[in-house]
């Protein structure tokens, strides 16, 4: 029997490490990896949102990006994009051109102009607040209500 439960174990927390694999990949559609040379590529596509810390164990980031994390379908049907940047020793273009200070969020608009910055998490609430009020979203959302009726 004791040879039994550990092997019964195993096999459990095996299909939920698979299951929990399967949701990252779904979860990680608007979560890019790579790092960004340019946010060109989202003018009037996407509204980035840029999350700085200086160690991707900063607690803020890991709080921000729980916050992201939980709330996706909200963010997604705001067609943002995260991207993170926890390595100040690579000059990377976007920290050049945003200079972070350790821990930063930044939200871009799909005009590609600076929306928001954050040296503090800041709850996705109030994130999709700050976008609904965008004139761009505030089209999407008179446009999505016509094609509707």
Do not use: C
Request: hydrophobic share 40%; aromatic share 6%.
């Amino acid at each position: 029997m004791k040879h039994v439960l550990p092997i019964v174990f195993a096999s459990l927390l095996g299909g939920s490490l698979a299951a929990a694999e399967g949701e990252t990949s779904q979860e990680s559609s608007i979560f890019l990896e790579e790092p960004m040379k340019d946010l060109n590529e989202f003018v009037w596509e996407k509204r980035p949102i840029i999350v700085f810390a200086d160690s991707p164990n900063d607690p803020n980031f890991r709080l921000q990006m729980e916050y992201l994390e939980n709330r996706e379908q909200d963010l997604e049907d705001r067609d943002v994009v995260v991207l993170t940047d926890t390595d100040p020793s690579v000059a990377s273009a976007l920290r050049e051109k945003l200079r972070p200070r350790g821990f930063m969020l930044v939200l871009i608009g799909k005009d590609g102009g600076v929306k928001l910055r954050k040296p503090f998490p800041w709850d996705v609430r109030e994130i999709t607040r700050t976008i609904d009020k965008m004139p761009a979203r505030q089209r999407e959302i008179r446009e999505r209500r016509a094609s509707d009726s």
